[in-house]
């Protein structure tokens, strides 16, 4: 009954922030394009004011050679004035290193690392390592992300490291923590390619966020999700094509808007669901302003802005129409977690749950997110009890996914939340009743 109670009052709360994000609505979409011209004209400037990247721990600027291809380099500075470029070759340097040494830094008690890199190309480039070591260098603790993981991608990527999951060799324990003498940072790869690290950071303060979304608005979505979600007092995102709203196996009118009182964000998955990268920028601009102005027309402008690309297809031409029109982010298919705020809000990366995912899958990176914080957007097209297409996700397997969410400390939250808590819009954050 407690349970039901505060369920029940959950709800309550949700659906008064609704309220308070519907008279924002017109602010919010007012406010989009001041919103991208800032973030895009100045990305340092933004991340400094966001405040939640936690303590800087170096901007890599300090590390030294230790074997290889090393470089202090000018390009892909985010962080301070320089960055460090270690590179390999198909010759004697398929794997190289650098380190920052001489430390006795205590790190026992960090709740999770943030590393900022960039990637130029994925093609012969297999992993890169960082280690924690003491002065025994054959005992360390160490973390490793491979190409093959699916979590490393071309161009920058924030990823965060929870101490807890760092892999031991040599006997090391987390007790190396508590004096860390030197961090080394290595690179593998089988052609000339490199990885730039910018900076790193500890203790990056974000909750551990979960956003549902659900593309193309299929009536299971209403009729089997949403009553699944309801009773845990979770909301969703639906992903809205505006031309086949209303029609066979696509949400109604009614649904939308029945969905939209409960606090569930309807977000613009384009006008018709084809591959924006086959249109000129005229018909890229018709595309994502038609779903828009759906949406807006019909009071539904909290998550209008926020783009789906249809069958996850996008390019720089579709990026440059996106910042033009004053789109807020786009969600890709690429697999992985996001750090708030962003850093590639036009390239947001999402698990993908289709009918064959295993259950470890998304365990695994929840019990991740559980440690280190984060945002996860899990995306899912239809919910129903049977069937074997890869877009449909059986019933048995969402509750089974839902329940599990729900006996963790993650917060499920919708687009707009998600936005309101990085006060990525200016003026919303002052303009939302304080008692929330």
């Known amino acids: 009954m407690e349970n039901l109670n505060n369920m029940e ?85 398929g794997t190289s290193a650098a380190q920052l040494r001489n430390l006795n830094w205590n790190l026992s008690k960090a709740k999770n690392l943030l590393i900022r890199f960039f990637v130029p190309t994925l093609t012969g480039l297999s992993k890169f390592q960082l280690r924690f070591l003491t002065s025994d260098s054959t005992a360390y603790l160490y973390h490793e992300v491979t190409t093959w993981s699916d979590m490393m991608h071309q161009g920058w990527n ?82 809205v094509i505006s031309s086949v709203v209303g029609s066979s196996s696509y949400m109604s009118e009614a649904q939308l808007a029945a969905v939209y009182t409960y606090a569930w964000d309807l977000f613009n998955h384009t006008k ?54 004053g789109y807020f982010s786009g969600r890709t298919i690429m697999k992985g977690m996001e750090v708030s705020p962003p850093i590639r809000p036009y390239e947001l990366k999402v698990l993908n749950m289709q009918n064959t995912t295993e259950n470890s899958v998304y365990q695994e990176m929840i019990d991740k997110l559980v440690l280190t914080g984060g945002t996860l957007i899990i995306l899912f097209h239809r919910i129903e ?27 499920v939250i919708s687009i707009s939340e998600w936005i309101y808590r990085m006060n990525l819009q200016e003026g919303l954050n002052a303009n939302v009743n304080n008692e929330f």
Request: glycine residues 6%.
């Open 385 to 411: 009890d049977s069937g074997t297409d890869s877009t449909v996700y059986l019933t048995a397997n969402f509750r089974t996914l839902v329940d599990y969410i729900y006996n963790t400390k993650c917060n």
């Open 9 to 93: 009052t959950l709800l309550s709360i949700r659906t008064k922030i609704n309220n308070n994000f519907t008279e924002l609505d017109k602010k919010v979409v007012e406010t989009n394009d001041a919103f991208n011209k800032k973030l895009l004209a100045s990305k340092d400037a933004y991340l400094k004011e966001s405040g939640n990247y936690g303590r800087l721990f170096t901007d890599t600027s300090d590390f030294v050679y230790w074997y290889g291809l090393i470089e202090h380099t000018t390009e892909n500075v985010q962080t301070g004035t320089t960055s460090l470029k270690i590179s390999v070759d198909t010759g004697e340097n």
């Open 158 to 239: 924030e990823i965060l490291i929870s101490p807890e999951n760092l892999i031991s060799v040599g006997g090391a324990t987390t007790d190396i923590l508590a004096n860390v003498l030197h961090i080394q940072l290595s690179v593998t790869g089988s052609a000339e390619v490199s990885i730039t690290f910018d900076s790193m950071w500890i203790d990056h303060m974000e909750p551990a966020n979960i956003i549902f979304q659900f593309d193309d608005a299929r009536t299971s979505v209403y009729t089997t999700a949403f009553p699944i979600m309801k009773r845990y007092g979770f909301v969703g995102n639906i992903g």
């Open 272 to 325: 018709s669901h084809q591959a924006l990268t086959g249109f000129d920028a005229e018909a890229m601009r018709e595309e994502l302003n038609t779903c828009r102005e759906w949406l807006n027309e019909r009071g539904y402008s909290r998550a209008s802005n926020f783009v789906a690309y249809p069958h996850g297809e996008y390019d720089s031409n579709v990026l440059a129409v996106m910042q033009a029109e």
